[in-house]
């Protein structure tokens, strides 16, 4: 069964330091892979997609197959990312099916 | 509308009463998912809909939990002789089909369900 492994269930960063938040999956297919994010008070988001290669307030995550990896990572800290993050695995690839979220890791950003 | 709406917002349950949340998802999504996530953990599946038809029920955790959404839009999520174990925030999330999940879905603010 496919599964998505965060290993750290809170991560604490100095404004300004670079951040890494680790996700590990286990799936034997091609899977695709997001970042969720909830800020305080607020619903759950999508942040970024593996698909569209893009960065996103300054996040970029890179899907790595040889170590079943989707670690997000920003070179610069700011306080505003303080929040949840969800690493979320699809398995489908042509047609919607469920996301498999990870247990979240909580980032807080130190001024 | 704008964005997936849930109702209630928080419900206070008895032990063994049941209990129905409700999601509205945005207008033309024709994809409906719901997940449970507990104190501390990550959203875990429930149950998935393409327009009316209930596509995936796998993650629903007893006979007590029943989705329906029988014209393809509202959805309900009922929970009969609630227990402590269900205290949880239930999400809603939609999708347009086929597209949705490469591009993720839009989540509701969730229904927190609290048993006592």
């Known amino acids: 069964a496919q599964r998505v492994t965060q290993p750290e269930k809170l991560l604490s960063v100095f404004k300004g330091a670079p951040v890494e938040l680790k996700c590990n999956y286990s799936y034997s297919g091609s899977p695709e892979l997001f970042w969720y994010v909830q800020y305080s008070r607020q619903r759950l988001q999508l942040l970024l997609r593996?698909?569209s290669r893009e960065s996103i307030k300054g996040f970029t995550a890179d899907l790595n197959k040889g170590e079943t990896s989707f670690h997000l990572k920003k070179p610069f800290a700011q306080e505003e990312d303080s929040a949840m993050y969800y690493c979320a695995l699809s398995e489908s690839v042509n047609r919607d099916d469920k996301i498999i979220f990870g247990k979240g890791t909580r980032l807080h950003i130190l001024p | 509308g704008a964005g997936v709406s849930q109702s209630p917002r928080y419900k206070v349950a008895k032990r063994g009463q049941d209990v129905a949340l409700r999601c509205d998802p945005i207008?033309?999504?024709?994809?409906l998912f719901w997940y449970q996530q507990a104190l501390g953990q990550g959203p875990e599946f429930l149950t998935y809909f393409q327009n009316e038809a209930q596509l995936d029920k796998s993650g629903l955790p007893s006979d007590r939990f029943f989705a329906e959404r029988p014209e393809g839009s509202v959805s309900t999520l009922k929970i009969q002789r609630t227990q402590q174990e269900d205290s949880a925030v239930y999400l809603c999330?939609?999708?347009?089909?086929?597209?949705?999940?490469?591009?993720?879905?839009?989540f509701g603010s969730g229904t927190r369900l609290t048993v006592v």
């Open positions: 593996h698909i």
């Open positions: 999330a939609s999708s347009l089909s086929s597209a949705g999940f490469r591009y993720g879905y839009t």
């Open positions: 207008s033309g999504h024709v994809s």
